[in-house]
């Protein structure tokens, strides 16, 4: 049953290129990372990635629905989370990347990391994707927590 999970996942994804077999090429003989257009299945909200894990921490509720596919971008220091396409959105505050239309995001496939890039939450092929409504409050409180706890310490 993982296996199939994959596969719809590894469909799913690649269905947002230009090219799906050629992106799964490229994930398999490749670097392992593909550029994927956003806009059309799902846009990307980049975040800094302490604030990221900490809201996906929070978005993790037994309250919540599970949360949608999320990405960690270890060299970039980002936090990635996939929502519905949404072109007219805004996403406002310190440090926050919408890609939406007309921009590219570099994801690895579901099912392994590739370099510093790895799935958090892997697309599982549903379809399913994060609720903006709840990464809003999920980042509203993870940034609250943040500034009472103040700056990291240096060693």
Excluded: N
Aim: charged residues 20%.
């Amino acid at each position: 049953m993982a296996d199939a999970m994959w596969m719809r996942g590894v469909e799913w994804l690649a269905a947002a290129s230009c090219d799906p077999r050629a992106c799964k090429r490229k994930w398999d003989q490749g670097d392992g990372v593909a550029l994927l257009e956003a806009g059309r299945y799902w846009d990307v909200l980049s975040v800094p990635d302490e604030l990221g894990i900490l809201a996906l921490d929070l978005l993790w509720s037994p309250a919540l629905p599970l949360p949608g596919p999320t990405l960690a971008d270890g060299g970039a220091g980002r936090v990635g989370f996939f929502l519905p396409p949404d072109p007219g959105s805004r996403w406002v505050g310190a440090g926050l990347r919408h890609a939406s239309k007309g921009a590219w995001v570099a994801v690895p496939p579901p099912y392994r990391p590739a370099g510093l890039m790895e799935w958090l939450v892997p697309p599982d092929g549903s379809g399913a994707l994060h609720a903006p409504t709840a990464v809003e409050v999920a980042l509203r409180q993870a940034h609250g927590t943040l500034a009472v706890l103040g700056p990291p310490e240096s060693a």
